[in-house]
């Protein structure tokens, strides 16, 4: 299995959102969880990895949303999909961070908002900032980016050889098994 995730980590990309969003007042009401993966460009294509750990162009984006306000009340789900990249990536070795930007659509309690401009920074090859349009979106997500952090193959397999060592999953009375 961590070959393939070796493997897989060539051209791609994928984490996990954990971000809190702000209200209209600025202040912070919702958290925000879940998965994104992020495909980069074939090597048959003009759009490849670089070699600066910086992304040149990606193929696909997509990620989960779970939203919920602190309180617990109001969960619901987004999604982002259909990731279409407008311009190179700039890559800035000061902060050793990527700045993707393009069009996607994110699901509404409404429907698909097909176009929403979204911006992807990955610093440090660690954590992620999904900034879609504000205006686009009414101001759903706040004024702050959704935040994630990019897991690594090692990092899963670290959690793997945890998780083995706990001696399997509990069960529902809450006994390891």
């Known amino acids: ?38 495909e980069m460009a074939s090597q048959n294509d003009t759009a490849t990895s670089d070699t600066t750990g910086g992304i ?12 919920v306000m602190l309180n617990g009340s109001a969960m619901h789900t987004h999604e982002i999909s259909n990731f279409t990249q407008t311009g190179d990536a700039t890559f800035d070795s000061s902060t050793n ?17 097909q176009g929403v401009q979204t911006t992807i920074e990955i610093a440090q090859d660690k954590v992620i900032a999904i900034t879609p349009d504000p205006a686009a979106l009414e101001n759903h997500f706040g004024n702050t980016p959704i935040y994630g952090i990019v897991a690594s193959p090692e990092m899963i397999e670290q959690s793997m050889m945890r998780y083995s060592d706990m001696g399997g999953m509990m069960n529902m009375t809450g006994v390891m098994q």
Do not use: C, Y
Request: glycine share 12%; proline share 3%; hydrophobic share 45%.
């Open 1 to 38: 299995m961590m070959t393939m995730l070796h493997q897989m980590g060539a051209n791609h990309k994928w984490g996990m959102i954990s971000s809190i969003q702000n209200d209209e007042q600025g202040q912070p009401a919702w958290i925000v969880a879940g998965h994104w993966m992020m």
């Open 56 to 67: 040149s162009n990606i193929g696909g984006f997509h990620a989960m949303l779970h939203m």
């Open 97 to 113: 961070s990527t700045t993707i930007t393009g069009t996607a659509t994110i699901t509404m309690r409404e429907g698909p908002v």
